[in-house]
Nanobody, 125 residues
Framework: QVQLVESGGGLVQAGGSLRLSCAASGRTFSNYAMGWFRQAPGKERQLVAAISWSGRKTYYADSVKGRFTISRDNAKATVFLQMNSLKPEDTAVYYC??????????????????WGQGTQVTVSS
């Protein structure tokens, strides 16, 4: 089992920045590919960014490319999502997720093994 706890959400004005953190406990963090998802009211959950075990491979949704950066610190068992130039349409509950992959790759799609409880991000115009 892997437990994931997100933090860092909040209310920010458009153009501002937030840094989300996801602390993992349980099994060896460095064995897991990680992802950040978001879900806005009335919309499906969307993969925003993903990162491989090593951190060398990343993926970003088109809507956040150039504005968001995913990173990880395996020694601290934490994954981060730096969000810059935030827009009102970024408003959502943000979730981190972990998935055990046999190779050093990103996991696309939503079939992750473990999920956090989510943190609210609200961007005002």
């Amino acid at each position: 089992q892997v437990q994931l706890v997100e933090s860092g959400g909040g209310l920010v004005q458009a153009g501002g920045s937030l840094r989300l953190s996801c602390a993992a406990s349980g099994r060896t963090f460095s064995n897991y590919a990680m992802g950040w998802f978001r879900q806005a009211p009335g919309k499906e959950r969307q993969l925003v960014a993903a990162i491989s075990w090593s951190g060398r491979k990343t993926y970003y949704a088109d809507s956040v490319k150039g504005r968001f950066t995913i990173s990880r610190d395996n020694a601290k068992a934490t994954v981060f999502l730096q969000m810059n130039s935030l827009k009102p349409e970024d408003t959502a509950v943000y979730y981190c997720a972990a998935d055990s992959l046999r190779i050093d790759a990103v996991r696309l799609g939503s079939s992750y093994d473990y999920w956090g409880q989510g943190t609210q991000v609200t961007v005002s115009s």
